[in-house]
């Protein structure tokens, strides 16, 4: 093991639930912009104005469940506002995940034969539905010559029942 503070300078503290492995699910996504910048465009009146930035991560949300059709994801809702976007994201049952679901809010864990939250590249779960998301807005910003820039990482929230979905709804 490191000597010194080298060893925990660099390190970053998960905030994810330790009990949860993200491969299915419904979850409450906020994900903001570097220092808070207005890059999703300005509110005038009530009304949200995108920017092209904005446009584009608004058709990022509607592609999502198209694209990863085979994880069986859905995006009932979303807000995008000037700095951050809150948005809803159920993960359905597929084959990358080892659960029963009779709907999204009833799912059932068959098997636990794998470590949950296992340090690893991540693929086929939430992390990787939110960089996929991201990595796409940020490309086309850059295509295009648009200063842009995502805060680090997302606040999730583990959406657990009906109730609980209306409310945040």
């Known amino acids: 093991m490191p ?20 491969n299915g699910g419904m979850y409450f996504i906020t994900i903001c912009t570097k220092d808070k910048e207005h890059y999703f465009g300005e509110i ?18 509607t592609k999502t469940p198209e694209i990863r059709a085979d994880m069986n994801v859905e995006i009932p809702l979303f807000v995008i506002m000037p700095n951050h976007v809150h948005l809803i994201i159920i993960i359905g049952n597929n084959q990358y995940n080892t659960k029963i679901c009779s709907d999204a809010m009833h799912c059932v864990a068959t098997t636990n034969d794998k470590p949950i939250n296992k340090f690893a590249p ?21 295509k295009n010559g648009i200063i842009f820039a ?7 929230h583990i959406i657990r029942d009906s109730a609980e979905m209306n409310d945040i709804a």
């Open 3 to 22: 000597d010194g503070n080298y060893w925990n300078q660099y390190r970053r503290i998960t905030t994810r639930a330790f009990w949860h492995n993200y």
């Open 150 to 156: 995502w805060q680090p990482r997302f606040y999730d």
């Open 44 to 61: 005038a009146d009530g009304i949200m104005n995108l920017s092209e930035v904005g446009e584009c991560l608004h058709e990022q949300f």
């Open 122 to 142: 991540q693929s086929k779960n939430l992390a990787s539905i939110i960089r996929g998301i991201k990595i796409s807005t940020t490309m086309f910003a850059r």
